[in-house]
């Protein structure tokens, strides 16, 4: 049995005969549920927020995209530090950042503070999170990392809405009069038993060969991220001016850069920020395409789901927490079963299944928006809701095993940074896109009783978007490997091969 503190391979027989790995699972895929509840809890709070804390509207705006931008911005560097110097030691201390950064929010004294806090928060989970699919990706040898996967499949459902709902709860019982601050108080005791428990159950792994950070890359992956997301997020707010378009092309001239000096930066000492040969992967680069523009597709969706609910139709966030209901399980259960039993045998078609069942929710429910109007009911959004449910299960888990599939195990840090990265890039684009495909068909400064009639339209017009750009996800999933490797029939090659330390991507 590995001890805890010493380096593992994946795929190993002593990683295989742990049994303290599921609990390492259990540990870090708490982390990862209470990274994706963190992300939306804050919105259903936002009201609260304002009228408690005083907090301006740009304020607020910064309280929400503070968090994002610092989490997108380190996502690389934060997967790279974990194969330099251990991912269960960058893990606890992301976990211990992050649950410091939420007792600072939920202890503000002024809303200057909380900005402050959150986007600490935001750059601690960036440590945290990319350790996550890592540490699966060291310690779980890949005959079980579909069913691992499997359930990280089902985290992400369960994230997806319990973050509102939980909010919510928090939010209207105010508990001990504390308003909205127990949003954030509440990662504290789940924080530390995480703490606790990641420094006894969690192997240590890192990279086999001693890499170095790449400083330079560091800066330049971090300026141009900054400089792609931040026109995005203020955009809107602050009416799309003309720097915001300089900014986002010039990011382009930053990754062009970023490029050329990581190819250098490998040829002279092996230990680049973005490991460029990850690409001539064809799993992981078709995988990467594929996650960026499913990220558009959930920026558009869920914010615009939200206004429509709240604003549109006037519901409480108790009642519009309550209606995601059943898209969380569908999306947990359908999770469960695609990696487990319908990817071994079918392959990408259950990916692209999926996309297909995404679209036809969105279809339905476009329909249903128009024929109820805003007399629609919670129980009539149920069937669209499950049936984008089952879809998105079934891409999230086995898009997940497809990307980190064929990935060296020294570079899995990295893998999982531009993972995480890319699709928070995909999100922020499409909560860009929100402006123009949802807040460009509305007039916000209609009279009071025409405003359900145009947020039914604005969420019309966006679903088409969505349905859109749905369509071109299932096309791109063409260059998706028919099956992953590891599931080939008569064992192909073997996944241990495929992860070993020593070996060099399968180029295809």
Known sequence: MTSPSTTSAPGSPAAAGDRRRWFALAIVMTAAFMDLVDVTIVNIAIPSIQRDAGATFSQIQWITAGYSLAFAAGLVTGGRLGDIHGRKRIFLIGITGFTVASALCGFAANPEMLVASRILQGGMAALMVPQVLSIVHATFPAHERGKVF??????VGLGAVSGPLLGALLTEWNIFGLEWRPIFLINLPVGIAGIILGRKFISESKAPRALKLDLVGVV???AGLLMLLYPLTRGRELGWPVWGY???????????????YEKRKAAKDGSPLVELSLFKVKSFAAGIAVQTVFGVTLGIFFLVWTLYMQVGLGWTALRAGLTGVPFSIAVSAAAG?????????????????GALAMAAGVLIYLWEAGRYGADIAPWQMALPLVVMGVGMGLIVAPLTDAVLSDVPQEHAGSASGLINTVQQMGTALGLGLVSVVFFGVI??????????????DGFQNALWWVAGVLAVIFLVMFALPAKPKQHVEGGGADATDATAPEKEPALT
């Open 220 to 222: 330049l992956v971090t």
């Open 246 to 260: 300089v900014m986002m092309a010039g990011s382009l001239v930053v990754f062009g850069a970023l490029i050329a």
């Open 443 to 456: 007039d916000e400064h209609v009279r009071p009783d025409r405003i359900p009639a145009e947020f039914v």
């Open 337 to 353: 079963i695609s990696v487990q039993k319908l990817v071994p045998r079918f392959g990408r078609k259950v990916l692209q299944t």
């Open 150 to 155: 499997g359930l990280f499949g089902m985290i």
